[in-house]
């Protein structure tokens, strides 16, 4: 079980990035996946995630209108479209997967066991 998540780099402020997290050992669709972020001297905070087999997204406030989460069952990868970038969107961004997380849980680092190495964002001008 293997998570690679990649897409990541530079980019000035009002600039766009597309993550993208493949996964190898088990069928992505029917997990729970998320995506969080670590930015310098602060702890991983939730993004972005979909429940296993279904389609809607759940974002945090701070990215909502600006970032969009998507899976690709063919390809058995997630995506993390991040329009907008901000110099506060700096940090690691890591993907995350759980087969068994209820919604109320959906935005909880700890329920998810599941995780790739992370791919770094910088926004800078």
């Known amino acids: 079980v293997q998570l690679v998540e990649s897409g990541g780099g530079s980019v000035q402020p009002g600039g766009s990035l597309r993550l993208s997290c493949a996964a190898s050992?088990?069928?992505?669709?029917?997990?729970?996946t998320a995506w969080f972020r670590q930015a310098p001297g602060k702890g991983r905070e939730f993004v972005a995630a979909?429940?296993?087999?279904?389609?809607?997204?759940y974002y945090a406030d701070s990215v909502k209108g600006r970032f969009t989460i998507s899976r690709d069952r063919a390809r058995n990868s997630v995506y993390l479209q991040m329009d907008n970038l901000q110099p506060e969107d700096t940090a690691i961004y890591y993907c995350?997967?759980?087969?068994?997380?209820?919604?109320?849980?959906?935005?909880?680092?700890?329920?998810?066991?599941?995780w790739g190495h992370g791919t770094q964002v910088t926004v800078s001008s």
């Open positions: 979909m429940r296993a087999r279904a389609t809607v997204p």
């Open positions: 995350a997967a759980e087969q068994w997380v209820i919604l109320s849980a959906i935005e909880r680092e700890d329920v998810y066991h599941t």
């Open positions: 050992g088990f069928t992505f669709y029917q997990y729970a």
